[in-house]
């Protein structure tokens, strides 16, 4: 699949954005830390009515933030985008409250938490806000969310020869989750993709490859490798660093022990 | 306004896909035997909740004996609720020889697999809650979170225990997940990514959907009623459901003709009353089959028997077929499969298809009159063609499959 990525948003790493995000990755600074209690004012950027932000999960503020800045640097009306939102564990707040809760004598779940535990919560309330009734879709593939993520946005543009945003992100879960499944830092990255022009911006190309010892996907820095490496959506790292640098690369990003998606990115000449 | 004339489907011209292999493991019992003699005996297959220690007054459609399904001591760290209904699904209809023979003619590298669910193996994780250290808060370790809880444990197990290396994902949007599964494989198929992808859904029961929608007030007291005047809510099931779908040749006796894919933008929890979002889904559908609205046979409703839902769905109906399309919902033989509802529905429709029947519904005995659909409520013999079926989830998610025999698409 031959793409081109027309806007990119990143939340995360204590970056104000992908601009700050860009500039740390081509002047080699260490990213920094966002605890999770310190995120909500990260997330002014999701735009949402101060009701639905008090009923939004923070896994839905953190997508639409990184989707809006994204949108915006594509500039294209985000009511027409087909929406690939991929996450690992999707609201692992709200999925930790609801079964620390279902263990209670109560068991009380309310109405709010259960809508917000659905892994397209965050794409039902991106539509809402945007007015888009394309397809969405809400994927989960584990460590390689990121790759089939690419995957099926990638798709998704060839085939429809259109623009497609694709969203990637996860939250930390809170304890005692964190233990069973230790995420380390909430990690948001839209992508606005789609299909390569003749002559026009940037060009991604996409193909299904067996795993070799070509392609190795490490960041030379090691807190950026860190982050790559503890937050599934980490694994798009070194794309965003071609990106941000205006560097071809080439890498390989695993779909499991066998295959792979060989990645190969060429900067706008 | 037309609703198509806005919105084309998502990518029109995509290759029909064969259906190679079907099977389905509902409350009804363990493949499409089971469901087959229930849909036609109208023997329902709910019962008053008797799942675990859940005291909410509501029926449910449990798959029976789960409890006793062991799956292989190699893939033993994938054990839980979901994945055993996983195991019982897989090993019906002769589904796992049809998966070896695509083995033979495309190879393993060659075969995705792609499966819907809402919650995994989150029952896991639920009782693990149960389990914790009075003095630190810990959970039991190890808990095994990814190969049980988390969203992908299903295809990821079935990858394993077929021995299949294709790509592997779940798609989750509520209860439209196994429709939407048929899409990704389409365009998986389109790009030249698969051969053949393994598709479905399997979705259990756990203490958050059930306490989830009781605290929505959406669940009945009794066996649910769609469609009925006094139709008071859903019942929640379970089943696993799985299709062989491949790039079709010809040769399949039954073939996906077009998915439609929309969202409502509506609302989280309800969707929108006049079936906005329902109404595209279906129209794209029939756009991707380059078929009319008049080719439809047969609408296997998602018909929840929630209020809105059903009275919504009618409204789309209408908007697309006109009044007096046949449809009716089978959720009260199976219940709300809630992520295994697609493909339920798809096999409910390839059995109509197969034995020449519509299924009515159960346990309704007077259709609102508001409705405008000819609202089936017994079995009519009269042998469709070709069958739509919908489901729609939270988020005001929509996906609806028009599929059928390959020869009457001509």
Known sequence: MKLSISGIGFVGAALADWDEAADALRNGREPGHMPLDELGRALKADRLPRTERRRAGKSTRLAMTACWEAVEAAGIDPATLPMVFASSTGDTEVLTHSCASLAETERMISPIRFHNS?????????????????????????????AVGLLEAGMQATLGNRPVLLVVYDLPFPEPMHQAEPISE???????????REGEGD???????AVTDRGDPAMADPAWERLRREVPTGRLLPLLEAMGRGEPREFLLALDGTIGLDLSYQPKS | MSASSVCPALSPNLPRLGITALTATTAAG????????????RRGALAPCDFLDVDLPTWIGRVADLESVSLPRDLSDYDCRNNRLAELGLYQDGFVEAVAAAVQRHGVERIGVVLGTSTSGILHTELAFRERDPETGALPSPLHYATT????????????????????????TA?????????????LIATGMCDAVVVGGVDSLCLTTLYGFASLELTSTGPCRPGDVARD????????????????????????????????AHHMSLPHPEGRGAELAMRRALDA????????????????????????????????????????STKGWTGHTLGAAGITGLVTGALAIEHGFLPGTLNTEHVDPAFTADYLVENRDQPPARVMTNSFGFGGNNCSLLFGRPEENA
């Open chain 2, 149 to 172: 809880h988390e969203l992908s444990s299903a295809p990821r197990y079935v990858r394993d225990r077929l021995g299949l290396k294709g790509p592997i994902y779940a798609v989750s």
């Open chain 1, 118 to 146: 659905v892994h397209n919560a965050a794409s039902g309330y991106w539509s809402i806000s945007v007015g888009a009734q394309e397809p969405a879709t809400a994927i989960a593939a584990h460590n390689e969310t990121a």
């Open chain 2, 30 to 41: 363990p493949g499409q035997g089971a469901l087959l003699d229930a849909l036609r005996d």
């Open chain 2, 289 to 328: 089959a380059s078929l009319s609205p008049e080719s439809v046979d047969y609408v296997n409703l998602h018909g929840t028997a929630s209020r809105v839902n059903d009275a919504a769905e009618d409204r789309a109906l209408e908007s697309v077929f006109g009044p007096g399309q046949a449809c009716s």
């Open chain 1, 203 to 209: 060009q991604l190309n996409i193909e299904l490859a």
């Open chain 2, 175 to 187: 209860c439209s997940s196994s429709g939407k599964v048929f899409a990704s494989a389409q365009r």
């Open chain 2, 233 to 264: 809510g859903i019942s929640i099931g379970e089943a696993a459901g799985f299709a062989l779908v491949e790039a079709d040749r010809g040769e399949a006796a039954l073939c996906l003709f077009g998915v439609g894919e929309s969202v409502d």
């Open chain 1, 186 to 196: 909430p990690l948001a990255i839209a992508l606005v993709i789609q299909p390569a």
